[in-house]
């Protein structure tokens, strides 16, 4: 079956550093990769997309990559603030299909 | 980017009423809304795809008629639970798609229902 997976555990990260979030998937050929902030008790807020052709996609201090042949995806926050402190959710679409698949998310804090 | 909007943001009610969600896209005609529900520390699971003016698809092990879902115009989508019962308690998300698919996915913030 299809499976996505992000760490389970918080990332806790000092502030200035890079963060760097992983997203693992198997048993499924995605189209596109989105990534995602959620805050406690409120809804995603779209960050990234990137196409199965694109190897990387930047915007300000993020960074995303996109690797189809290890099935994987990397998230990368510059310059991390404590405001960066949320969940981070990856997900995987496809072009005949609306559905989006979602990992569990990562938790990330940022500290001073 | 889009705004989607959910309404209420919170909602409690007692077991056996039904209880409506609104979802609607405020700067863009959505063709298409999805609904979510997530629960704590888990992940989003899709629970069907709204589409205007047709019948909603519904995932696999999903009521259709415990969930009723209305997509009455490009701008308006509703969930109603009917029915409610403490385990249906959750926080539901809904969606809406810009363009064509492949787009990006727009979520509303939420509505927190709770069944007691």
């Known amino acids: 079956s299809q499976k996505i997976e992000q760490n389970s555990e918080a990332l806790n990260i000092q502030e200035g550093k890079t963060a760097t979030l992983t997203c693992n998937y198997t048993n499924y050929s995605p189209a596109y990769l989105q990534w995602y902030r959620q805050d406690p008790g409120r809804g995603p807020v779209f960050l990234l997309l990137i196409r199965e052709n694109e190897k990387e996609k930047r915007k300000e201090r993020l960074k995303v990559t996109f690797d189809t042949t290890l099935k994987q995806s990397l998230f990368h926050i510059t310059a991390s603030q404590p405001a960066d402190s949320a969940t981070y959710l990856c997900a995987l679409g496809r072009y005949n299909t609306d559905k989006l698949i979602f990992g569990t998310g990562t938790r990330l804090q940022v500290f001073p | 980017g889009a705004v989607v909007s959910q309404h209420p943001s919170w909602v409690i009610c007692k077991s056996g009423t039904s209880v409506k969600i609104e979802c609607r896209s405020l700067d863009f005609q959505a063709t298409t809304m999805f609904w979510y529900r997530q629960f704590p520390k888990q992940s989003l699971m899709l629970m069907a795809t709204s589409n205007e003016g047709s019948k909603a698809t519904y995932e696999q092990g999903v009521e259709k008629d415990k969930f009723l879902i209305n997509h009455a115009s490009l701008t308006l989508s509703t969930l109603t639970v009917t029915s409610a019962h403490p385990e249906d308690s959750s926080f539901y998300i809904c969606?809406?798609?810009?363009?064509?698919?492949?787009?990006?996915?727009?979520f509303g913030e939420g509505s927190w229902l709770t069944v007691v």
């Open positions: 969606s809406a798609r810009t363009g064509e698919t492949g787009n990006t996915i727009y």
